[in-house]
């Protein structure tokens, strides 16, 4: 991905953004630079802090990229999927509802949701979700959209 500009956030975009990650996600991110990068050929905005791509832009949401999920360990807004679905959201595949074994109460249709593996908790996904997070468990259909995942061109980004 070609890097089209970068430029540092002002105090007050900093605080902004803060206060979205520890509404949505419950984290606060600690970082004393905060960059802004966008890029040529590609609709992703990626936010820098201290240099490691923690935090894009899915369509006019900030949210956590993988990285910064994993660095963070968000408490809302989260789906578990079982050993079974593992290699298939970590290959960009949408989430199924067989596959997940739990999601928290906070998500709503629309809502950007972290998708982590059972075992070890870790972050293999970023989605979109299509139900409440009380619905998602069950037997059949498509409940999360993936947006981001493990090893895609935003993983690989290195600031």
Not at 27 to 41: C, I, L, T
Not at 45 to 51: A, H, N, P, S
Not at 107 to 121: K, M, N, R, T, Y
Not at 141 to 152: A, E, I, Q, W
């Amino acid at each position: 991905m070609q890097v089209k500009s970068r430029h540092h956030l002002r105090s007050d975009a900093v605080s902004d953004l803060e206060d979205v990650l520890e509404e949505q996600l419950g984290v606060s991110p600690e970082g004393d630079a905060y960059e802004r990068v966008e890029f040529e050929d590609t609709d992703w905005e990626v936010v820098l802090i201290d240099g490691e791509p923690q935090v894009a832009a899915f369509g006019d949401d900030l949210f956590l990229t993988v990285r910064g999920a994993n660095a963070y360990e968000p408490e809302k807004r989260l789906v578990t999927v079982d050993a079974g679905a593992v290699s298939f959201v970590s290959d960009g595949a949408d989430v199924m509802r067989p596959g997940i074994t739990e999601a928290t109460e906070d998500i709503s249709p629309d809502d950007l949701v972290v998708i982590a593996e059972e075992s070890h908790g870790k972050v293999l996904a970023v989605g979109r979700a299509r139900v409440d997070g009380v619905e998602m468990a069950g037997d059949e259909g498509k409940v999360v959209d993936s947006l981001h995942h493990v090893g895609d061109e935003l993983y690989e980004f290195t600031g």
